[in-house]
């Protein structure tokens, strides 16, 4: 599993952190509001910004935002989105501020009346995405992946190696999630199985096969060249190949799925979802419990909503 921040001291120390102490000691109104008419930030979006740069000594080249605060689910609670920059490196999530400008707190918050997938199932964009299987297949196993991630790799060799004892069972959805400041090729990857994918869907799959099997041979300087050498071997036209490596679309395409992981809160490789249930890693362990658990609920007439 790679963090997509190399930076040490970056927000995900902060992410890895649920409750917080109380902010600054300003007194502060007994309901804090939104935003101001001026539009300029709240004296408490101006507290949660110095606390949490005192805490995790944030200096100046460090840009901390705090987004506007609103209302959230849970009475007593405003939500705030909160992005700390770090040179090119850009993190972002939600927090929760008491209203009365005294608590912080990050977390999730569970509704015990519905189904916690469905709003993950529903904020996962399979439309023009690579897929294996039966569209109607019990099991959507969908993940979010970068082709130079050893951990992805891993992955890669679990799926294979239990996809023939789920027959007919499981669908695989591929979701382009490169991490370049950790993995200088990845990207070209990601161009080159989306312009496979755009040739041909099937094709996509068996570059999949060869860039994964062959990532420890491939390097920021021969990767254009193995690309178009794996096109080749995986049956795709050269030019339409080239001419698309050399378009926007592709390009377009890995951003947009990238983004939908952002949305998903992805932030590391490889992240799995098995209808809608979350696993990050290539743990074969778990992943064969969650698709077991899914398919022990369809035949107990517990079908899952996997729209």
Not at 150 to 176: E, M, T, W
Not at 209 to 230: K, V
Request: proline share 7%; charged share 20%; aromatic share 8%.
């Amino acid at each position: 599993m790679r963090s997509s921040v190399k930076t040490a001291l970056s927000f995900s120390a902060i992410l890895a952190l649920s409750v917080f102490a109380p902010a600054v000691a300003a007194q502060q109104p007994k309901s804090a509001p939104a935003v101001p008419a001026s539009g300029a930030p709240s004296q408490t979006q101006k507290n949660v910004e110095a606390y949490l740069r005192h805490l995790y000594a944030f200096g100046p080249d460090v840009q901390v935002v705090v987004g506007p605060l609103k209302e959230s689910p849970v009475e007593g609670l405003l939500e705030t989105n909160i992005d700390v920059t770090i040179g090119e490196n850009k993190e972002a999530a939600k927090f929760y501020v008491s209203k009365d400008g005294k608590f912080l707190f990050r977390g999730d918050f569970s509704d015990l009346a519905k189904d916690p997938l469905a709003e993950t199932r529903a904020q996962i964009q399979m439309n023009d995405a690579p897929s294996m299987g039966d569209a109607n297949a019990p099991v959507t196993l969908v993940e979010y992946s970068d082709f130079e991630c050893p951990v992805c790799k891993s992955l890669h060799d679990v799926v294979r190696g239990i996809l023939p004892n789920y027959a007919g069972k499981i669908r695989v959805v591929f979701k382009d999630f490169p991490i370049e400041q950790l993995h200088p090729w990845a990207r070209t990857a990601a161009i080159a199985g989306r312009c496979a994918y755009l040739q041909d869907p099937k094709a996509f799959w068996k570059m999949y096969d060869l860039i994964y099997g062959n990532q420890e041979i491939i390097s920021a300087a021969n990767a254009w060249t193995m690309m178009t050498d794996y096109a080749g071997k995986s049956g795709l036209n050269a030019d339409t190949f080239k001419s698309c490596m050399a378009s926007p679309e592709p390009g377009a395409a890995v951003n947009a799925s990238r983004a939908n992981g952002q949305q998903l809160e992805v932030n590391s490789t490889p992240t799995v979802f098995v209808n809608g249930r979350r696993l990050v890693g290539a743990d074969a362990r778990l992943l064969e419990q969650y698709i077991n658990y899914e398919l022990a609920q369809q035949k107990s007439g517990k079908p899952a909503d996997k729209k």
